[in-house]
């Protein structure tokens, strides 16, 4: 059997669909498994076992021409099955141009109407359900285990790059989000880092995490606690480094955004900040240790957003302003 499974959204949703690839490999482990992703997302899932090939789908230059170039692609492969997980109009045209034998995906996709099975994904539910969940449905007349935490595999390489950080006992802070919405506002991050300081004893880092284009706003933080021991690591790890750093840290904060989900990959400590979404979407974290905080006092505006918002709707933001971080901090 040939199977493509695509996830071509953002750094979150790639680390939700790995269950879907650790069921299917870990129950028909002589299947070819191959996996397409958006450009920039592939490192996610690199070492990860029994993934045959992964395509990149750049999105941001000659995005029709690139997807007729993968559907092309795809239909000489002759798949058995392609597995799609993504509910946007673009993966469902590369679905139904793949000529796969058999199309499976979510019934929200604007062409699954042409896909050979068509599976319900309801977000607002009397039955709370996980993204994970939800996923593994697309795969259930497939056989596989309901596995309910996904996975990321960093290298020896990626560990020992990350050793020198882990000499002292230390926390990770990942303060930012591609929707303003969903980040918790600078002043409560540095509000943290002061109440982590005053309330811990023994010696201990910061380490401020996230992408290149993340750096200003973790410098920003820092600069408003005043505090000495936070180092600003945005942009200076890969994925996966960050995924070995995030795994030791005696607590990772973050907001419900793609450092949640590395963590619950990880299986790490993981305390998430809710602002505009709320954890009933079913995005939240998984880790064993996990911790959610949210303003205490309903909002009629709240949630105002499933992927939240770049400026508040509003315009007062009370949802970020009234989570109480205090609450949060962990003693070592």
Not at 10 to 37: C, E, K, M
Not at 225 to 246: D, Y
Not at 288 to 317: A, M, Q, V, W
Not at 324 to 331: H, T
């Amino acid at each position: 059997m040939k199977i493509l499974v695509i996830q071509t959204a953002f750094i979150g949703d790639v680390i939700l669909a790995t269950p879907v690839i650790d069921s299917l490999y870990r129950n028909h482990p002589d299947w070819q498994i191959d996996v397409l992703v958006r450009k920039g997302n592939e490192g996610l899932l690199k070492n990860f076992p029994g993934i045959n090939k992964v395509y990149i789908w750049d999105k941001k230059r000659n995005k029709i021409k690139n997807l007729l170039k993968l559907s092309e692609e795809f239909r000489q492969v002759k798949y058995d099955e392609i597995i799609n997980l993504q509910r946007f109009i673009s993966t469902g045209l590369l679905t139904t141009l793949s000529g796969a034998k058999t199309t499976t995906g979510f019934d929200k996709n604007p062409l699954s109407i042409f896909f050979t099975n068509k599976i319900i994904h309801q977000i607002k539910s009397k039955i709370k359900i996980h993204e994970v969940e939800r996923n593994l449905k697309l795969i259930k007349h497939l056989g596989g285990d309901q596995i309910l935490r996904p996975s990321l595999y960093p290298s020896i390489n990626d560990d020992q790059f990350t050793e020198s950080f882990k000499k002292t006992p230390y926390f990770c802070l990942a303060p930012t989000s591609v929707w303003f919405t969903k980040q918790l506002p600078p002043k409560k991050w540095a509000t943290l880092i002061k109440d982590i300081h005053k309330k811990n004893q023994l010696e201990f880092n910061i380490y401020l995490i996230g992408g290149p284009d993340d750096f200003n706003a973790c410098k920003e933080i820092i600069n408003l606690s005043g505090i000495e021991n936070c180092i600003n690591l945005a942009g200076k790890l890969s994925f996966l480094q960050t995924a070995s750093l995030m795994k030791n840290s005696k607590m990772n904060y973050v907001n419900d955004s793609a450092p949640m989900h590395i963590a619950s990959a990880m299986n790490a400590p993981t305390t998430v900040f809710y602002c505009s979404t709320i954890p009933d979407f079913g995005f939240g974290p998984l880790s064993e240790n996990k911790h959610i905080f949210e303003i205490e006092s309903p909002l009629d505006c709240r949630p105002c957003g499933l992927h939240g918002y770049k400026t508040c709707p509003k315009g007062h933001f009370s949802c970020g302003a009234g989570v109480p971080v205090e609450k949060s901090v962990v003693i070592i």
